[in-house]
């Protein structure tokens, strides 16, 4: 089954394949160093995820990268930070363990509240795919987002 895999790309690099170090028989990859993201469970009265169609991610921490071949990205994903809540806020993870690791199997909400150490969040801005995106602001930091393709077992 193939399915498509929001992320963050991070680097991206050539590396040289083959049975040993300096061997004729090496091949050049062109490779990705990413983050990916995992989706959060609809949440009821969630206006964005109900009316608009947007999906909420969230990162895992600590944070675990990947590396892909190139070729598996897809095309950009326009990926926000979430504004009101940058990471899952404290007391909102269910309290029961099989029910957090089903909704949410590397999720991490904040020791504290306000503290900022739990798992960050997005969102697919789907309005950006609906009606174009708008330029970045000068000198801002823009970290390309992604759709991949991953295939699973």
Same mark, same amino acid.
């Given at each position: 089954?193939?399915?498509? %895999?929001?992320?963050?790309?991070?680097?991206?690099?050539?590396?040289?394949?083959?049975?040993?170090?300096?061997?004729?028989?090496?091949?050049?990859?062109?490779?990705?160093?990413?983050?990916?993201?995992?989706? +959060?469970? %609809?949440?009821?009265?969630?206006?964005?995820?109900?009316?608009?169609?947007?999906?909420?991610?969230?990162? +895992?921490?600590?944070?675990?990268?990947?590396?892909?071949?190139?070729?598996?990205?897809?095309?950009?994903?326009?990926?926000?930070?979430?504004?009101?809540?940058?990471?899952?806020?404290?007391?909102?993870?269910?309290?029961?363990?099989? %029910?957090?690791?089903?909704?949410?199997?590397?999720?991490?909400?904040?020791?504290?509240?306000?503290?900022?150490?739990?798992?960050?969040?997005?969102? %697919?801005?789907?309005?950006?795919?609906?009606?174009?995106?708008?330029?970045?602001?000068?000198?801002?930091?823009?970290?390309?987002?992604?759709?991949?393709?991953?295939?699973?077992?």
């Amino acid at each position: 089954m193939i399915a498509c %895999v929001p992320g963050r790309v991070i680097l991206f690099f050539k590396a040289s394949v083959g049975p040993g170090p300096h061997c004729a028989d090496s091949e050049q990859k062109s490779l990705a160093f990413i983050d990916d993201y995992w989706r +959060m469970p %609809v949440q009821s009265g969630d206006v964005l995820t109900s009316e608009f169609n947007c999906a909420r991610l969230y990162s +895992m921490v600590p944070a675990v990268y990947y590396v892909i071949d190139v070729w598996r990205i897809l095309g950009p994903a326009p990926i926000i930070h979430n504004p009101v809540h940058p990471s899952i806020p404290h007391g909102f993870l269910s309290k029961s363990r099989s %029910v957090r690791a089903r909704d949410y199997p590397h999720g991490k909400e904040e020791s504290k509240a306000g503290r900022g150490d739990g798992s960050r969040q997005w969102i %697919v801005n789907m309005w950006a795919l609906i009606w174009g995106s708008h330029k970045p602001t000068p000198g801002a930091l823009v970290l390309p987002n992604v759709m991949f393709e991953c295939v699973s077992p």
